[in-house]
């Protein structure tokens, strides 16, 4: 070996040791959370304990086996859920090159060249190595580029994931509901059409008045009406869950009047997922913890690029004369050298760019932590909303009794000829707008339910390996 080629080895060896101890920064993500949720969710002694496992799949808590089945079909068949599980793998292919540029590279080429006499000319075939050696933490943040990466694209499809389910629960309730509706309303269509039939009688033998008349007339309008509205809202449902799950036309049972109509029903919750759970779960926590992960790699990229490039050169070229003029004897010359890169003056380019990407990740790590606080605060909002239709439920119901007694004294006065059918029809009408206000707040409460679940981060996790797993959170 050339005596030279190793005193320059030795030279460089304690610089390239030092340089390989460097490691980019590293901030520390330490959120202040709370211990528990300032809403407790429910004291009720029947609630439903939720747990942290519940979170990959929520939905199942609604107790719905239909509802359980679209959800496992809309997992299986979305286009967008598709679309972020590509991007996914797509990055972990990258992640298994991200460091390739700090690897040895080989090269090889032929030419053909004169020497600077124009007397002879040469057939030159190399194989070339360089190879950079990432010291000054270059290496390390650029891995550390690469699980940010990769994090970012896990949390975006946990993102995914957690909308789609959300909008087919939603969806779902959607046409739910309006079933219900159209259910009460054909029977308040009939009442509104009897009592307009009852008027017409009444107008005939100049016991009622056109006014009376036109009242009921207006509002058998106003019922037919709104018959036209549900059948739009429900149309609209069904062809979005039909979307949702991959299809272009939804199921016929999705825009019929159910004979049976339903909506899920959500217990009380006794909520048992930790404020701190949140940053394993949440998209957005992810999401940014990513970023942060990122931007401490452009930090240490940067910071790598103020001191000195060590590399590793060589080649193996085999010469052969083409015209023969034998003023060479030796045909393959091989080389092996360090490559250094000293920077030395650029107007302060480098040390500027090192400053703006510290500031960077500071802006990174304060973007981290609010996006802790907003997710608490969603959890916080969604408990208050989720208690709020628990109140509301519990007040309709507690009119429930009054009202159906009433129509029920209503028809026994007739029953005895004390009262006309006319007189029983109001009473009915208004249970029947009751029921509907009650299916109405027991879906607003499920709406409430799948917020909650949504501020949590609840959806199936995408499956990792170890290879896959990002390093621990800095």
Not at 174 to 195: N, S
Not at 335 to 348: R, S
């Amino acid at each position: 070996m050339n005596p030279l080629f190793c005193k320059t080895l030795l030279a460089l060896a304690p610089a390239a040791l030092l340089a390989g101890c460097m490691t980019p920064p590293q901030p520390q993500l330490k959120p202040d959370t709370p211990a528990q949720w300032r809403q407790p969710g429910s004291s009720a002694p029947n609630a439903l304990a939720v747990k942290a496992t519940d979170l990959a799949a929520w939905w199942k808590l609604l107790g719905d086996p239909s509802l359980d089945k679209l959800v496992e079909q809309a997992l299986a068949q979305n286009l967008d859920l598709a679309q972020a599980q590509g991007r996914l793998k797509a990055q972990r292919i990258l992640l298994g090159t991200a460091t390739a540029a700090y690897q040895p590279g080989f090269s090889a080429g032929v030419r053909t060249l004169q020497d600077v006499a124009a007397l002879d000319s040469y057939f030159h075939a190399s194989l070339d190595m360089s190879w950079n050696l990432g010291l000054f933490g270059a290496y390390e943040s650029t891995q550390l580029d690469g699980q940010g990466q990769l994090l970012d694209a896990q949390a975006q499809l946990q993102a995914a994931k957690i909308q789609l389910v959300a909008n087919v629960v939603q969806r779902y309730l959607e046409i739910c509901v309006a079933q219900q509706q159209r259910f009460g309303l054909d029977q308040q269509l009939q009442l509104d059409a009897r009592r307009l039939q009852l008027q017409q009688v009444r107008v005939q033998q100049r016991m009622g008045s056109a006014e009376q008349l036109q009242q009921a007339s207006l509002e058998l309008n106003r019922s037919r009406g709104q018959e036209a509205e549900l059948l739009q809202h429900q149309a609209r449902a069904a062809h979005a869950l039909a979307a949702l799950l991959g299809r272009s036309e939804p199921e016929a049972a999705w825009l019929a009047v159910s004979s049976v109509p339903h909506i899920p029903s959500t217990s009380a919750l006794d909520l048992q997922v930790l404020p701190a759970e949140l940053l394993r779960s949440r998209p957005a926590i992810l999401a940014a913890e990513a970023t942060v992960q990122r931007a401490a790699a452009a930090a240490g990229l940067s910071n790598s690029a103020l001191y000195p490039r060590f590399a590793l050169g060589g080649s193996l070229l085999y010469s052969y004369n083409l015209t023969q003029n034998r003023r060479s004897s030796s045909n393959q010359v091989p080389n092996i050298g360090p490559v250094i890169d000293i920077p030395l003056f650029d107007w302060g380019r480098r040390r500027a760019q090192a400053d703006a990407d510290e500031l960077q990740m500071d802006n990174a790590v304060m973007a981290y932590r609010q996006s802790v606080l907003e997710g608490i605060a969603d959890v916080e909002t969604a408990l208050v909303g989720l208690g709020a239709q628990q109140l509301r439920q519990q007040l309709l119901a507690a009119q429930t009794p009054l009202l159906r007694s009433r129509a029920q004294q209503l028809q026994r006065r007739q029953q005895l000829g004390l009262a006309s059918e006319l007189d029983t029809l109001e009473p009915r009408r208004q249970l029947l707008q009751h029921e509907s206000q009650q299916s109405l707040a027991q879906a607003a409460q499920a709406l409430a339910f799948v917020a909650l679940f949504q501020a949590l981060g609840g959806a199936p996790l995408p499956p990792q390996s170890p290879s896959d797993t990002p390093g621990a959170t800095p």
